[in-house]
């Protein structure tokens, strides 16, 4: 089983649509969680950080639940510019800096 | 902003050659890594440096070493390359737990 888990898409959706995607974690002790977004041939940049309480940036929503161990992204009045890989990262914490990363889920929002 | 700069945006290499990957960051952090990247498969740790000198394997060290001889510079090391490794090379930065990625090496081992 992978550590992070991500459907890969891609997620094809008409500007303006809402769109959602989840992302599972095996490591219950994970402490830190992040949505990464990749541009196609670009490296990978921060989008936002997981809170538990959830926590929202403009049109980006991300939610955290330790019971399950999932987080999620939702992305509301989609642009043709969110068109990217959104990588669901998780840091372990003590003992491991490194992050870990889910495969992608990738998104094409069309005209 | 930070600045993470990998030597080499594309390669090819032998089968058999000992490749160096050389990355450079400009903000003082502690923390480097390298990744790679291959499809479906995501981003997978090879090494990561919490300071100079000190290393940690990740989740893929086998056929890799590092070197980490001053706090700026880490150096991926492809001791036999070999056409497995052919892949999509990151190398990252960080303070805390936000990390700044170079632009990537593409390398290609024929």
């Known amino acids: 089983r992978k550590e992070v888990e991500q459907d890969p898409g891609p997620f094809n959706v008409p500007e303006g649509a809402t769109v959602a995607f989840n992302c599972t974690y095996s490591?219950?002790?994970?402490?830190?969680f992040f949505w990464y977004r990749q541009d196609c041939r670009k490296e990978p940049k921060l989008l936002m950080s997981v809170y538990s309480s959830g926590n929202e940036d403009g049109r980006f929503t991300a939610q955290l639940n330790r019971a399950s161990q999932y987080i999620s992204l939702l992305i509301r009045d989609s642009k043709l510019s969110d068109s990217a890989t959104y990588l669901c990262v998780v840091n372990w914490g003590t003992g491991r800096r490194a992050l870990t990363f889910g495969s992608g889920t990738r998104l094409q929002v069309q005209p | 902003d930070v600045k993470v700069t990998q030597s080499s945006r594309y390669l090819v290499k032998r089968t058999g050659e000992k490749v160096f990957l050389e990355c450079v960051q400009d903000?003082?952090?502690?923390?480097m890594f390298w990744y790679r990247q291959d499809p479906g498969l995501g981003l997978r740790l090879i090494y990561f440096s919490y300071d100079v000198k000190m290393k940690e394997k990740g989740d893929i060290p086998e056929g890799y070493s590092v070197s980490r001889e001053k706090k700026e510079r880490f150096s991926l090391i492809l001791e036999s390359a070999s056409t497995n490794q052919t892949s999509m090379y990151l190398c990252a930065s960080s303070l805390t737990t936000e990390a700044f990625f170079g632009q990537g090496t593409r390398l290609t081992v024929v």
């Open positions: 490591n219950s002790a994970s402490q830190s």
């Open positions: 903000m003082d952090h502690e923390n």
